[in-house]
C-alpha cells in the first residue's frame, strides 16, 4: 500500500519561530489532508489540499503532487500551535479511505 | 460547522465485557469511519460504513465489529473486550467522494481494558 512519511519526527521552537513540516507519499493520491491533534486528543482539521496552496491565518500548505509531496507552514509560532501534526491521504474508489503519516511532535517553548 | 459526537471521552471496561462505543455526525454525511490510534502505530482504520447498513473491514478489524442502521449514527462494537484494544478511538465522517471537503473527526474515547 502508499506509504506516507513526515518529517521532521520532533521540532522543538521558540515562540515567534516559523516552522515548516514536510509529507511524502509513495504513489499518486486523490486527496491530502493536513490535522492537528490537540492535548486532549482531538484531530482538527487544518486542511484539505489534494493540490495547490491555500492559507489560512498564520498556517498555510502546499502540495505538489506531480512530486508526491506536501509542506505545511506555521509563522510566528504560539505556544497553542504545540501539538502533533499529522498528513493523510487518500486512495482508490469509493469511500475515502485515508492513510495517515507517523506525525511532527511540535513543541512550542514561551 | 460539522460536528461529530462520541458518546464517551473516557470508559473503563473490564475484560470480557461487550462494549458499544457511538459515534453521531449532524451533517449528512455518508461515509463515516472509525479509527484507533496507539503509541508508536499510528491511526488505523478499523471498519468505514459508505451507507446505511454497508459496512467495508479496515486494516484491523479483528474483534470488532460495527452498526449503522440510521445515517447519522455508526457504532463500533466490542463483542468481548480485551486488554489489547485499550486504546484511543476515534469515529470520522465525510461527504461521498467527490463531493467533499475531507473527513472531521470526534473528540474522541480512551478506553481502557482492564
Known amino acids: 500500500g502508499i506509504q506516507v512519511e513526515q518529517s521532521p519526527p520532533d521540532l522543538i521552537l521558540q515562540e515567534g519561530a516559523n516552522s515548516t513540516l514536510r509529507c511524502n507519499f509513495s504513489?499518486?493520491?486523490?486527496?491530502l489532508q493536513w490535522f492537528h491533534q490537540n492535548p486532549w486528543g482531538q484531530l482538527i482539521n487544518l486542511f484539505y489540499?489534494?493540490?495547490g496552496t491555500k492559507q489560512n491565518g498564520r498556517l498555510s500548505a502546499t502540495t505538489v503532487a506531480t512530486e508526491r509531496y506536501s509542506l505545511l507552514y506555521i509563522s510566528s509560532s504560539q505556544t497553542t500551535d504545540s501539538g502533533v501534526y499529522f498528513c493523510?491521504?487518500?486512495?482508490?474508489?469509493?469511500?475515502?479511505?485515508?492513510?495517515f503519516g507517523q506525525g511532527t511532535r511540535l513543541t512550542i517553548n514561551p | 460547522d460539522v460536528k461529530v459526537t462520541q458518546s464517551s471521552r473516557y470508559l473503563v471496561k473490564r475484560t470480557g465485557e461487550k462494549v458499544f462505543l457511538e459515534c453521531v455526525q449532524d451533517?449528512?454525511?455518508?461515509?463515516m469511519f472509525w479509527y484507533r490510534q496507539d503509541p508508536g502505530l499510528g491511526l488505523r482504520l478499523i471498519y468505514f460504513?459508505?451507507?446505511?447498513?454497508?459496512?467495508e473491514k479496515g486494516d484491523i478489524p479483528e474483534g470488532y465489529s460495527v452498526s449503522r442502521e440510521k445515517k447519522e449514527r455508526f457504532s463500533l462494537i466490542l463483542e468481548s473486550a480485551s486488554t489489547n484494544q485499550t486504546s484511543m478511538y476515534l469515529c470520522?465522517?465525510?461527504?461521498?467522494?467527490?463531493?467533499?471537503?475531507?473527513?472531521?473527526f470526534g473528540p474522541g474515547t480512551r478506553l481502557t481494558v482492564t
Open positions: 489540499i489534494p493540490s
Open positions: 504513489d499518486s493520491v486523490n486527496n
Open positions: 460504513s459508505y451507507d446505511v447498513k454497508m459496512k
Open positions: 451533517m449528512d454525511h455518508e461515509n
Open positions: 470520522a465522517s465525510s461527504l461521498y467522494r467527490g463531493k467533499g471537503r475531507g473527513q472531521y
Open positions: 493523510a491521504v487518500e486512495q482508490g474508489t469509493g469511500a475515502q479511505k485515508l492513510v
